[in-house]
């Protein structure tokens, strides 16, 4: 398999990379000994053609990162946002459901106005995003492709280099590529027959963000797996390849009520009750809490 090396020496950065890495290397100069996380969300695409038409994807929306992002907002922290496109954002996320044109409406056939029962939603997300931004403590960066992913990735994770700052690697990231060398120039013709192609292993970056980007960092990552009975072995076996703080494991059809953290000497298993439910918590508020909490430790080095 190619080492992250050879894949950054052989896929250049794409072409929004150099205002992207400004865009948060002045945003880490300003929260210099505040803490700061770094939160990766959504899938990733590998395309199929260089003039990209068609490309795999995956399933994640973007509940995660986006949801927690907030939380992390509201435990103090700095946020660096990275997030495919087009997946959840936060704040907007509370709205993808219903339609923006229904909560306004025209007044005196001049000007827009917020209909008075949906005031009550809007009016809290509203500040606080407004906060958020007023006080500089939240910027996104979207990303698209696999390639796009890695380059961000490494890029935010060497400008992370601290105790301060926390990697929450929440991305559903693709495990296969078609290197470009490798793709069509154009969309695929079904007149040419079923296409054929290789899809090659990404290489392994998960262990370059502890030991090689962000040695002082607190690292999260998440494990998905589809199989209960494969969850706790594979999450403990990245725990240790990986030497990340904290893994977090959760299967793919349980993922929004239940997780478990996973860290070098304990298992704790996280599912949100029925009556959480109702009252409108969600997983990752718990999830956050609990990093806030292990953070602080590693800060203070308890
Ligand atoms: O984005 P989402 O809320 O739909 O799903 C979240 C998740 C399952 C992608 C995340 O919790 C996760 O496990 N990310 C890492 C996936 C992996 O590479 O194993």
């Given at each position: ?173 693709s495990d296969f590529y078609i290197p ?123």
């Open positions: 398999m190619e080492t992250h090396e050879e894949f950054y020496n052989t896929h250049p950065p794409p072409l929004n990379y150099e205002n992207d890495i400004t865009k948060v290397e002045n945003f880490v100069r300003c929260h210099k000994n505040e803490k700061i996380v770094l939160i990766t969300s959504g899938g990733t695409t590998v395309p199929i053609e260089q003039n990209t038409v068609r490309f795999v994807d995956n399933f994640s929306a973007g509940t995660r990162g986006s949801a927690s992002a907030e939380y992390f907002l509201d435990a103090g922290y700095a946020v660096i946002f990275i997030y495919r496109s087009k997946s959840l954002e936060p704040f907007v996320r509370h709205f993808v459901n219903d339609s923006l044109l229904d909560k306004l409406e025209i007044k005196n056939n001049k000007s827009i106005q917020v209909k008075e029962d949906k005031v009550e939603k809007l009016l809290p997300l509203l500040k606080k995003y407004k906060d958020a931004k007023a006080s500089n403590k939240f910027i996104s960066i979207p990303f698209t492709t696999l390639i796009d992913y890695m380059w961000l990735l490494r890029g935010s994770c060497m400008l992370l280099d601290s105790k301060y700052c926390l990697i929450y690697l929440a991305a559903a990231v470009p060398s490798e793709m069509a120039e154009h969309k695929l013709q079904s007149k040419d027959g079923p296409p054929v192609m290789t899809l090659h292993l990404v290489p392994k970056v998960m262990k370059a963000v502890t030991h090689n980007w962000s040695r002082q960092a607190y690292i999260v990552s998440f494990k998905l797996e589809t199989d209960s009975m494969l969850l706790e072995t594979k999450s403990k076996d990245a725990l240790h390849k990986y030497k990340h703080q904290l893994v977090i494991g959760n299967l793919l059809h349980s993922r929004k009520y239940n997780v478990k953290l996973i860290s070098p000497n304990d298992i704790e298993d996280i599912l949100v009750t029925d009556t959480n439910k109702k009252n409108g918590i969600e997983i990752e508020k718990i999830i956050v809490n609990k990093i806030k909490t292990k953070h602080d430790e590693f800060i203070n080095n308890i």
